[in-house]
């Protein structure tokens, strides 16, 4: 059963680094049909796409955060992260990794970490 | 403000039916595909239907979603109280080329 899991700091102050770790495990970050992403929810909101990549390292980012993030894959670890540059307490919020499986037609997020709370303040 | 629109909250008993509608627009659900994401406190969240209207294997028939046009809708019948939950709406925007997600409806099964 394919499983992720989300880790690093819960605090992080402003104008600093946020920077998330996704392990996955019970499958492989190389296969074909995977891509590998991330999904915020602020507190009292809705869920918020961040970025994709694909294991061979090519990114997809929402434009309306693409110029303060970074996401990575090292598929020597079976990992996958995000970095968030530049945060201000509007980016406080729970963050998710998950797998976003794509057939012929369409993809869909089908397997999600428990999500990690990351709160920016002083 | 979400892209899709979801009512924030919604609630019926045990046993009954509820409906949780997603309203889009001709560039996300009028052109593709919608999913359904269930999200209970301090546990991942689960797909409970993708392609608009097919259920991920485990996931009880109870559930079940439909499209027509820009709108989409999620039916859960035979209501439990593990049901209490938020729900979200998925699909993909080809203008502004994003992952869009509703607001979310918080489910009370009374």
């Known amino acids: 059963q394919l499983q992720l899991q989300e880790s690093g700091p819960g605090l992080v102050r402003p104008s600093e680094t946020l920077s998330l770790i996704c392990t996955v495990s019970?499958?492989?970050?190389?296969?074909?049909?995977?891509?590998w992403g991330w999904v915020r929810q602020p507190p009292g909101r809705g869920l918020e796409w961040i970025a994709t990549i694909y294991y061979t390292g090519t990114p997809h980012y929402n434009p309306s955060l693409k110029s303060r993030l970074t996401i990575a894959v090292d598929t020597s670890q079976n990992q996958f992260s995000l970095r968030l540059n530049s945060v201000t307490a509007a980016d406080t919020a729970v963050y998710y990794c998950?797998?976003?499986?794509?057939?012929?037609?369409?993809?869909?997020?089908?397997?999600w970490g428990q999500g990690t709370l990351v709160s920016v303040s002083s | 403000q979400s892209v899709l629109t979801q009512p924030p909250s919604v609630s019926a008993a045990p046993g009954q039916k509820v409906t949780i509608s997603c309203s889009g627009s001709s560039s996300n659900i009028g052109k593709t595909f919608v999913s359904w994401y269930q999200l209970l406190p301090l546990t991942a969240p689960k797909l409970l239907i993708y392609d608009n209207d097919k259920r991920p294997s485990g996931i009880p028939d109870r559930f079940s979603g439909s499209k027509s046009g820009t709108s989409a809708t999620l039916d859960i019948t035979g209501l439990q109280t593990g049901d209490e939950a938020d729900y979200f709406c998925g699909s993909w925007d080809s203008s502004l080329n994003v992952v869009i997600f509703g607001g979310g409806t918080k489910l009370t099964v009374l």
């Open positions: 998950a797998r976003r499986e794509c057939s012929d037609i369409s993809c869909v997020f089908d397997h």
């Open positions: 019970g499958g492989s970050i190389t296969n074909i049909d995977s891509y």
